[in-house]
């Protein structure tokens, strides 16, 4: 049974601007690595989240293409250096088409 | 590495002292060096500083015997240079005297006749005396007393208490701060109650938790004596959780972390620290590794290798102090601080022995109240020994074979596998075995012997394993402890190989065949890192042992054959 | 005080396949990558561009705690402007079923061309680094993390 893919994120919710920013993101995904096999010998199909992407007011910041070495429930850190004021949204992207999204204000003043 | 001046410094006891005759002329020697409690604390003060530092007393109230080791083989690096040297070695180059008190606290030759002259060593009263003195010598406002981690775990009142006997005597010795390694061995919550609750420090700057990487423990504390800033920053063993039951604390994470360690040290400097120090449970080698890398720290205390050395090891601008175990030695380092920086320093490695010094009588009663539960079980008479019985020693000890011995018998098995602890009092021929003897030397808290079947393949993949832990020639991949103890098989080891290619000449030592990599084996062991190890604790298959074969006797083990050392 | 011997239990038997390494993690006869299969993937993104050394700083554990959950850290020196900055950087593992760990996409709006994840590591083995900076350099760095089965700690 797959768990249900609930997003994390740590960020600040206030930034100067051109500060650097550490942003943590977690989701919990068994990531299937499509290598292994069930006690009857066959090999468990691969269901992974294959990518990830960032973007600040509707413009991509960071992407990452994860691969099936990717450990289950996904940890992913990145920077921005704060600008303006705007929103985050995080997207994961499941190998089944589905996506998971989490949003995040930041303040830049 | 050594300077002359320390170096002085290091044997200004032992040039004080005849050089003896050695081992022929025993008695004479003995008398004449006895050292008195004056000699071991006698110490030409240096500026407004001092640091205090024990380590790796593994929960050793009260005075016993242990070995040092006659097998230390350093590699890469570390090959032939202190503490990687024993024995006449060692004292040659500390200029220690054969059969001398410091020979004795110090080697392993001739180890029976001098500790039935010099006495035990050793006692958390005793070495609340010597801190006692030194407080009463500089004054409360310049002592820093600072402990390098595996105090908690080691003994049966520890264990049954989970650590409180020992975190009660620490507290009262007024314990400034400690780091920890088995520790963790109590479980995250236990070590977090106590962490919280304790007077003394617990720091770590080197553990995160696995979810978000924060910080687990505070990482340094500022300390003001003798009117100068002292950041400590503690370091916990980087390998706990893979020398240890991970599942006991799994939300944490450890390793080395170099960058985040430098980063602890410079924001000391911008904090006003005029002295940095490194309270670290790195090991030896691994710390000496490190003083080269991390800018900037002035003094590390060294602990998990059980290293003790008479001297400092300078690198670079850093020096390295080696303490030794078992509540054995308290090291003194006096410092001098001149505009906000370390001048000089001064060092005495001050030897506990038991005879000479006298319980300090407040320490002396909470240590009787604190095993005074316990002490009618701890000195149930189990069996007796007419070997010397002892662990510490790359390849194997005495008493570690007394225990593969007691698990082929007691679980009828092929082969058995016994961890490379280096902790574990020694024991010499005629004592008796107590209950207290038998948990010296295996309290722990996943005790579990197991039985089971193992490949020749995957006997051979474990002693590769756990050779690469001690034997890869960059301490940074190097995990503590000595060679697993095997019984009931020989092997040869060639340790200048690499990882696959160390481990040769596998024989199953009863019927003189070698071990074939297909078949499989009945194989008992404990200390399993494994959750739901199933057995009974290795205590109760020892007991059982001893209780049936009589007065211990122990040939020489030549099962293990080394080259490339 | 007699202990009976027990027999061997599935229990026991998954952990001693647990103590001889991590075998379990992936199936039987399943082939591992190697080296060159490292270098085929390189080849494949970046024909037979020169890799400069330096400028990336690659932090894995020399020891992983647990090979299912090796964290590794990777960070380019750059300014990160819109003319100079670190477009890409790939993880290559060189021991593990398949070549490919991640692939991340910087932007100069990053300020700091870092990331850190964590990843499954089969055996012992070497991670490789690629970085493709702004103007078509390449730099590269590797470093070896390994993986044991741990115990008798002293």
Not at chain 1, 38 to 48: F, H, L, Q, T, Y
Not at chain 3, 94 to 108: I, K
Request: aromatic share 8%.
């Amino acid at each position: 049974m797959a768990t249900a893919s609930i997003p994390r994120v740590r960020l600040p919710a206030q930034a100067k601007p051109g500060e650097l920013i550490e942003i943590k993101t977690l989701i919990s995904h068994e990531m299937e690595s499509g290598q292994r096999r069930d006690s009857a010998g066959k090999v468990i199909p691969r269901k992974i989240i294959k990518q990830f992407v960032a973007a600040f007011n509707g413009k991509t910041v960071f992407e990452a293409d994860w691969h099936p070495a990717i450990s289950a429930n996904p940890y992913q850190s990145f920077f921005y250096k704060a600008a303006e004021s705007g929103e985050f949204t995080f997207t994961w992207k499941d190998d089944d088409g589905s996506e998971y999204v989490a949003k995040n204000k930041l303040t830049v003043g | 590495m050594i300077s002359r001046r320390e170096f002085l410094q290091a044997t200004a006891a032992a040039s004080a002292l005849t050089v003896g005759g050695g081992v022929g002329q025993l008695g004479r020697v003995a008398a004449q060096q006895r050292l008195t409690q004056a000699d071991i604390t006698r110490f030409d003060p240096l500026g407004t500083v001092t640091l205090l530092y024990v380590t790796d007393i593994h929960a050793q109230l009260m005075p016993l015997h242990f070995r040092e080791p006659s097998i230390n083989l350093g590699v890469g690096e570390a090959r032939g240079v202190p503490p990687h040297i024993s024995d006449a070695e060692f004292r040659k180059y500390f200029k220690l005297a054969t059969g001398s008190a410091e020979a004795f606290a110090l080697t392993s030759d001739d180890f029976v006749a001098l500790a039935r002259n010099y006495g035990r060593m050793g006692g958390m009263d005793r070495v609340a005396t010597l801190i006692g003195a030194v407080r009463a010598e500089r004054g409360d406002d310049k002592v820093l007393l600072l402990d390098g981690g595996d105090n908690w775990q080691g003994s049966w009142t520890s264990l049954q208490t989970r650590a409180q006997d020992m975190v009660e005597v620490m507290s009262a010795l007024r314990l400034d701060a400690m780091v920890g390694h088995w520790e963790f061995t109590y479980g995250a919550e236990r070590v977090k109650e106590i962490a919280d609750k304790a007077p003394f420090a617990f720091l770590a700057q080197n553990v995160r938790d696995n979810e978000w990487q924060e910080p687990v423990f505070e990482a340094r504390k500022m300390f003001e004596r003798g009117g100068a800033k002292i950041a400590v920053i503690g370091q916990a063993l980087p390998r706990t959780a893979i020398a240890n039951p991970r599942w006991m604390f799994p939300k944490w994470e450890f390793g080395i972390r170099e960058e985040d360690l430098q980063k602890q040290v410079d924001e000391s400097r911008a904090a006003g620290a005029a002295v940095v120090v490194l309270l670290s449970h790195n090991g030896f080698d691994v710390d000496r590794k490190l003083a080269r890398r991390v800018k900037g720290l002035d003094v590390i205390l060294t602990a998990h290798t059980h290293d003790a050395m008479p001297g400092l090891i300078r690198v670079g601008d850093t020096v390295l102090v080696a303490s030794g175990s078992h509540g054995k030695f308290v090291s003194r380092l006096d410092i001098e601080v001149k505009d906000k920086k370390v001048a000089g320093v001064r060092f005495k490695l001050m030897p506990v022995f038991s005879d000479a010094i006298a319980p300090d009588p407040a320490m002396k009663a909470l240590v009787e109240r604190v095993r005074a539960p316990f002490a009618k079980d701890l000195a149930r008479p189990i069996g007796k020994t007419d070997s010397l019985l002892y662990r510490r020693g790359n390849f194997n000890g005495t008493f570690d074979d007394v225990i593969c011995h007691a698990m082929l018998a007691e679980r009828d098995a092929e082969i058995s596998l016994s961890p490379g602890f280096r902790w574990g009092a020694t024991l010499l021929p005629g004592d008796a075995i107590t209950w207290e003897d038998v948990t010296n030397a295996t309290a722990i808290t996943y005790p579990n012997c197991y039985r089971s079947q193992m490949t020749g393949a995957q006997l051979k993949e474990i002693l590769e394993d756990v050779a690469d832990n001690i034997f890869h020639p960059d301490p940074y991949f190097q995990g503590g402890g000595d060679m697993v103890r095997v019984g009931g098989m020989g092997y040869a080891l060639d340790i200048s190989k690499s990882v696959g290619s160390r481990v040769s000449g596998m024989v199953h030592l009863k019927s003189g065949k070698p071990i074939e990599a297909a078949k499989s084996y009945t194989v008992a062991g404990w200390a399993s890192v494994n959750e739901n190890t199933q057995g009974p604790p290795i205590w109760d298959v020892l007991a059982a042992h001893l209780a049936k074969a009589g007065a211990i006797r122990i040939e020489p083990n030549n099962s293990v054959k080394v080259t490339g050392a | 005080m007699v202990l009976k011997s027990v027999e061997k239990t599935r229990r026991e038997t998954l952990t001693l396949a647990a103590m001889a390494g991590l075998a379990l993690l992936i199936a039987p006869r399943m082939s591992l990558a190697d080296e060159a299969a490292v270098a085929a993937e390189i080849k494949k993104l970046y024909g037979d561009k020169k890799l400069e050394s330096g400028k990336i700083k690659l932090d894995v554990p020399e020891i992983a705690e647990n090979g299912l959950v090796v964290p590794i850290n990777v960070e380019v020196e750059s300014p990160m402007t819109d003319s100079n900055y670190v477009k890409t950087v790939h993880v290559f593992a060189d021991g593990n079923p398949l070549p490919g760990v991640v692939s991340y996409r910087f932007t100069p709006a990053c300020g700091k061309a870092a990331a850190s994840i964590r990843m499954r590591l089969a055996q012992t083995q070497n991670i490789v680094c690629i970085a493709e900076m702004s103007n078509g350099a390449l730099h590269s760095v590797k470093a070896n993390v390994k993986v044991t089965i741990g115990g008798c700690g002293g």
